[in-house]
């Protein structure tokens, strides 16, 4: 793992939810060797549901968000016997800033597109991700 700033992670198998917290800020909106670190994790493969809670994070930039869509969802995808369902949990003002960002918004859109081998949906209610992730 990274450092002493890697992410809390746990499966629930009372949700059938594999959770990951980053509890820090970090200079990086997405650190690559703790997402790297995370598909070598147990707990990882346990489930297709999975909750990113990024809250404490800085906000993802286009270059972020193009690595995780084009290359660590599809790795993270292929680990798991059915659809990765991805939840990501961010604050209100990041949830904000992703809706407005041309940018980052662009690097987003083909992992919302038909035929990919997860489903990946952004919340800043911790309720309305678990709920979907359950649907």
């Known amino acids: 793992m990274s450092d002493s700033a890697f992410p ?8 059938d939810v594999f959770t990951v917290r980053w509890p820090t800020h970090e200079l990086m909106a997405t650190a690559r060797p703790d997402y790297e670190a995370l598909l070598l994790l147990p707990e990882a493969r ?6 990113f809670d990024v809250r404490r994070r800085p906000y993802t930039d286009a270059i972020s968000a193009r690595w995780v869509i084009t290359d660590w969802l599809p790795r993270a995808a292929a680990l798991l016997p059915a659809p990765l ?6 604050a209100p003002s990041r949830a904000e800033e992703l809706a407005t960002d041309t940018a980052v918004a662009a ?5 919302t597109l ?9 919340f800043a209610d911790e ?3 678990v709920r979907w992730l359950l649907a």
């Open 85 to 90: 369902r991805l939840a990501y949990l961010v």
């Open 46 to 51: 346990r489930t297709t549901r999975w909750l």
């Open 127 to 129: 309720g309305a991700a």
């Open 107 to 111: 690097e987003m859109r083909p992992a």
């Open 8 to 15: 809390d992670y746990a499966y629930r198998p009372d949700l």
């Open 114 to 122: 038909p035929g990919q081998p997860y489903l990946l949906q952004a």
